[in-house]
């Protein structure tokens, strides 16, 4: 879903509500619970399905943080969230198969409302969705602020929003699995509380971009940037409704806690966990909200604090900051700090201030040529490995989408060649055999009496010789 979902995001807001959130991309969640006889059948396949919805959950949580699209982030968040579910049924517990399809059916309401809310957007800025070209929203979209932030607290999965209550069963099951002895589960409960992080984080800071900060319009916005009309606000309104009531609605009446009971393979298990309320798990839910409220509280330090810090974030993002290592008045600036300046004048005191100054000179250089590129690695390369979309879309270019192409231009030449140079040569070989002997018809009667002559004579001369013999 990765290379070509983002890319879907070109078609009108509505569809992409529609399928992201609720029909066409969360079809395959549907299909691996309906053949959940299968899947826990085999503990392997379940492992691996519970291995490839951690990766991706985390995988495109990480994507979404450098994206700047307001749509390709809700597109990243939904492939996150798929990946969720799928770590969910991966688990093969009733709890498991109840928090995932529990999750399809919240994750439904408020990512619409997201979609719908960033369709908003887009039709207020002139049909800009790039998130640095527009700022401050809030005061001239109010309805549209307000349905948009109650759908990022679904999504980050703070209480009582929707989104808390299915991202709590399926750590639950999660940890609920780890328990009982399997250790991978440890370490997809642990993937699974980073990407809770990540979700409120990447959330936020679109949130935070989109509507605060200074008012800033962009040029195709024109002088009318304005509220929607009700025909767009009103299902936001619903939507957002919705996104408040409806996950505590499904928690309380405990509706998905026999879904698929009368399954054999899930009827007889041993474990039965479920959402209910004797089994919520308050430590759980202390976790996942405390990591989220941090997710939220980081993307308002970065994106709600004083413009330096931002501008300090983005030049460490972008390396910049490593040409000033190298700048003049540097090592000035370092020389006059009073402890550095103390030990230079105490060293010239007994003759040794050039001896202080050669050491402060290679210390820097040491800096230079040792730190400065660790934390280019520790800070840039992450950051570059997440806008680039960890060149996955380069990797499978270069390792599915070149060969295939390579091979059909192989095969292409082969038909051209060998298959269709066969059949050409059968249907070309009558016609070059009938050229060669339509050169004996010359249309002349003594030649053609000549021939016959001179065709009597060899018979009778073949004759003669075979009657002597």
């Known amino acids: 879903l990765h290379v070509w979902l983002p890319d879907a995001m070109e078609g009108p807001t509505p569809v992409s509500a529609l399928i992201h959130a609720a029909t066409m991309v969360t079809a395959g969640v549907y299909m691996v619970t309906r053949c959940t006889p299968l899947f826990t059948a085999s503990p392997v396949a379940r492992i691996v399905v519970a291995c490839i919805g951690g990766f991706t959950a985390v995988l495109a949580g990480l994507i979404a943080l450098t994206q700047y699209d307001l749509k390709r982030v809700l597109a990243y968040s939904t492939i996150s969230q798929l990946g969720y579910m799928f770590l969910a049924l991966g688990t093969g517990t009733l709890a498991g198969i109840t928090a995932g399809m529990f999750h399809l059916f919240t994750h439904a309401f408020f990512k619409a409302l997201l979609f719908l809310g960033a369709g ?30 109650f759908g990022c607290l679904a999504l980050a999965g703070i209480v009582p929003f929707a989104g808390f209550w299915s991202k709590d069963a399926i750590l639950a099951a999660v940890h609920e699995k780890a328990h009982h002895g399997e250790l991978i589960y440890q370490w997809l409960y642990y993937a ?117 810090e931002i501008d300090l974030l983005t030049a460490l993002m972008d390396g910049r900051w490593t040409g000033g290592l190298f700048r003049a008045g540097w090592t000035e600036r370092m020389a006059s700090h009073p402890l550095i300046s103390g030990v230079h004048r105490l060293a010239g005191g007994i003759g040794l201030g050039w001896l202080s100054t050669i050491v402060g000179y290679v210390l820097l250089a040491l800096f230079c040529v040792l730190l400065a590129p660790l934390l280019l690695l520790l800070y840039v390369t992450p950051y570059r490995l997440s806008e680039n979309k960890f060149y996955l879309d380069e990797i499978y270019d270069w390792t599915v989408v070149r060969p295939l192409r390579g091979i059909a231009q192989l095969s292409f030449w082969l038909d051209r060649l060998l298959v269709d140079g066969l059949v050409n040569l059968v249907g070309q070989l009558p016609k070059w055999l009938g050229a060669s002997l339509r050169g004996l018809q010359w249309g002349m009667v003594s030649f053609y009496g000549l021939a016959m002559i001179l065709g009597t004579l060899v018979l009778v001369f073949a004759r003669v010789l075979w009657g002597a013999n």
């Not at 049909?127 to 932030?149: A, E, N, Q, S, Y």
């Not at 809770?196 to 984080?201: G, K, N």
């Not at 959330?203 to 200074?214: D, I, L």
């Open 192 to 308: 699974s509380v980073g990407t809770a992080f990540l979700t409120a984080f990447y959330t936020f800071r679109a949130f935070f971009m989109t509507f605060y900060g200074p008012l800033e319009v962009p040029a195709e916005a024109g002088h009318h940037a304005h509220e929607s009309p009700a025909p767009m606000w009103v299902p936001l309104s619903i939507l957002a409704a919705f996104a408040c009531l409806i996950g505590f609605s499904l928690w309380n009446s405990q509706l998905f806690d026999n879904l698929l009971s009368h399954t054999p393979s899930l009827a007889t298990e041993a474990m039965r966990v479920t959402a209910s309320h004797e089994r919520f798990h308050w430590d759980i839910a202390m976790t996942s909200t405390v990591v989220a409220v941090l997710g939220v509280g980081l993307a308002a330090y970065f994106y709600l604090g004083p413009s330096y």
């Open 120 to 149: 908003s957007v887009m039709h207020a800025m002139g049909g800009v969705i790039d998130m640095r070209r527009f700022g401050g929203l809030r005061k001239i979209m109010p309805v549209t602020h307000w349905t948009f932030l």
